[in-house]
Every structure is written in structure tokens, then in C-alpha cells.
Nanobody, 116 residues
Framework: QVQLVESGGGLVQPGGSLRLSCAASGRFFSITAMGWYRQAPGKERELVARISSVGSTNYADSVKGRFTISGDNAKNTVYLQMNSLQPEDTGVYYC??????????WGQGTQVTVAS
């Protein structure tokens, strides 16, 4: 069983910053990639950022230059530093892990609200 524990969401004013963390535990043999997805009300879940086990990253165009994903392989943890947050960044952010066997695992989600 795999557990992904997320933390760091909350309410922030436009232009502010938040840092999300996701720690993975359990039986997943090894990690191919970890990442963050988000889902805004009434919208589909979308990829925000992803980092592979060798450190390559990719980002949604809407967050490039504002968000940074990083990982700590020793701790099986991924971070998402979010700067210059805007109201359109509001949503539930989900941590994702892709295992060695290309199985997807999901966290429970953490709410990010950007509002004045």
C-alpha cells in the first residue's frame, strides 16, 4: 500500500507564495516520477509540474517561471514552491506518484485558495 501525505496548502493573497510538500511511503519498489496536479471547480484535473527520478522537470505553461518543483530522493518527498500566485491558481492540488511499474498513486489533495 502506498501513502502520499500532502501539506502546505492554504489561503494566500494574490502575489503571495506557498510551498507544498508531499511525502511518499509504503510499497512502491521505486519511483519513476512525482508531480502535482490541480483541479479547479468545474474543471478537469490538470498537470501542474512533474519531476522524474533523474531530476528532469516539466511544467504547465501557465506556471512556468512562477512555480518550481524539486525532490528529495532520500526522503521520497516532492516539493512545489509557488510564487506570484494568482486567483486562477486556486484549486485542489493533488500529489501524484508514478511507480517503477507505471502505477499511479494519488494523495488526498490540499486546497490552495488565492484571494484578497
Amino acid at each position: 500500500q502506498v501513502q502520499l501525505v500532502e501539506s502546505g496548502g492554504g489561503l494566500v493573497q494574490p502575489g503571495g507564495s506557498l510551498r507544498l510538500s508531499c511525502a511518499a511511503s509504503g510499497r512502491f519498489f521505486s519511483i519513476t516520477a512525482m508531480g502535482w496536479y490541480r483541479q479547479a471547480p468545474g474543471k478537469e484535473r490538470e498537470l501542474v509540474a512533474r519531476i522524474s527520478s533523474v531530476g528532469s522537470t516539466n511544467y504547465a505553461d501557465s506556471v512556468k517561471g512562477r512555480f518550481t518543483i524539486s525532490g528529495d530522493n532520500a526522503k521520497n518527498t516532492v516539493y512545489l514552491q509557488m510564487n506570484s500566485l494568482q486567483p486562477e491558481d486556486t484549486g485542489v492540488y493533488y500529489c501524484n506518484l508514478v511507480s517503477h511499474y507505471l502505477t499511479d498513486y494519488w494523495g488526498q489533495g490540499t486546497q490552495v485558495t488565492v484571494a484578497s
